[in-house]
């Protein structure tokens, strides 16, 4: 069972999003590029949370916490709302 804690914690990782997404600026500076990421990340938080939603084992839950964080830290330091792509050496 989530706490109330890490339900604030969700939700302010929510939030964050969707004011990092009305800030967000294409590091391109077109303004068209900009709004295609703007709606990226809307519709990628969206369908993260939406999946998420139900999940009530703690330990998964702050897998999706770290993650969400990570991803907006990487997504700030280099730019870019995409995922990186992990290359996997054989």
């Known amino acids: ?15 964050k999003i969707f004011r990092l997404a009305r800030k967000w600026k294409s590091s391109s500076g077109l303004e068209e590029e900009t709004v295609k990421e703007r709606q990226y990340i809307v519709e990628e938080a969206r369908k993260l949370f939406h999946k ?6 703690m330990e998964t ?3 999706c916490i770290e993650e969400c964080q990570a991803r907006i830290e ?3 330091h280099y730019g870019i709302p995409y ?3 992990v290359s996997i050496s054989v």
Do not use: C, D, F, S
Request: net charge positive.
């Open 1 to 15: 069972m989530m706490t109330a804690a890490t339900r604030a914690e969700v939700l302010g990782l929510y939030y």
């Open 61 to 63: 839950i702050h897998q």
């Open 74 to 76: 990487i997504g700030l």
């Open 83 to 85: 995922p990186r792509p």
């Open 52 to 57: 998420n939603k139900n999940v009530t084992h």
